[in-house]
Nanobody
C-alpha cells in the first residue's frame, strides 16, 4: 500500500523559506509522477509543482514559478518542495500526491495523497 507523508511545514515571515518533504513508502513504480498541491479553505486543490519519477523533469504552476523548486531523491523515496520568497498568500495546506501515469495538474488524476502539512506566512 502506498503511503505519502509530508513534513516541513511551519510558520515563516514574508520573504522567508521553507522546504517541504514528501516521503513515499510502498511505491514500487519506476515511472509516474509526484506532485505538490495546495488548498485554501473553501477553494479547490491547486497543483503547484510536479515531477516525473523517471527523468526528474519538473513543471510549475505560473503562480510559483521562480520561487518554488521541486526535486526528488529516488534513493530516499522522497520528493522535496523548496519554497523561497514566501508570501502571505502562500498560507495554505500543502499536499503531495502520486500517480503511476504522466504528470498532471488536475487533482482528480492522482491516486495517492498525503495528509498535508500547513504553511503559514505572516509577519
Amino acid at each position: 500500500q502506498v503511503q505519502l507523508t509530508e513534513s516541513g511545514g511551519g510558520s515563516v515571515q514574508p520573504g522567508g523559506s521553507l522546504r517541504l518533504s514528501c516521503a513515499a513508502s510502498g511505491y514500487t513504480y519506476s515511472s509516474g509522477c509526484i506532485a505538490w498541491f495546495r488548498q485554501a479553505p473553501g477553494k479547490e486543490r491547486e497543483g503547484v509543482a510536479v515531477i516525473t519519477i523517471g527523468s526528474g523533469r519538473p513543471t510549475y504552476a505560473d503562480s510559483v514559478k521562480g520561487r518554488f523548486t521541486i526535486s526528488r531523491d529516488n534513493a530516499k523515496n522522497t520528493v522535496y518542495l523548496q519554497m523561497i520568497s514566501l508570501k502571505p498568500e502562500d498560507t495554505v495546506m500543502y499536499y503531495c500526491a502520486a500517480r503511476s501515469g504522466g504528470c498532471s495538474f488536475t487533482y482528480g488524476a492522482y491516486n495517492y495523497w498525503g495528509q498535508g502539512t500547513q504553511v503559514t506566512v505572516s509577519s
